[in-house]
């Protein structure tokens, strides 16, 4: 699942994945927003998908596309970048990179 939550302030994106993640057992979630002219991105991956795809590996992935600095674990990661404008773009990249990494 992945989301542009619009102008969400980070702790938002951090309540709203904490929400999702409850009620979804097996799911790859990727939150974004737009927040004091940046961009934030917080992820979630489910503790049974980690043997395939990791939060941070995935946040990694995404970072160029939004000129951003984060990190994480397994479970979950964040970051935040300089370029807002490419939230689309960034998401755009997720399910390719998940089925790339799925196989």
Excluded: F, Y
Aim: net charge negative; glycine share 8%.
């Amino acid at each position: 699942m992945a989301s542009d939550l619009g102008d969400a302030d980070p702790k938002t994106l951090g309540i709203a994945i904490n929400t999702l993640k409850t009620k979804l057992e097996n799911a790859v979630i990727v939150l974004a927003s737009r927040h004091e002219e940046s961009a934030c991105v917080t992820a979630s991956v489910s503790s049974n998908l980690h043997h395939k795809i990791k939060a941070g590996d995935l946040i990694k992935h995404l970072l160029p596309t939004i000129d951003g600095k984060g990190g994480g674990k397994a479970d979950s990661a964040q970051a935040g970048g300089k370029l807002p404008e490419k939230i689309n773009d960034m998401l755009a990249l997720i399910e390719p990179w998940i089925n790339e990494h799925w196989s």
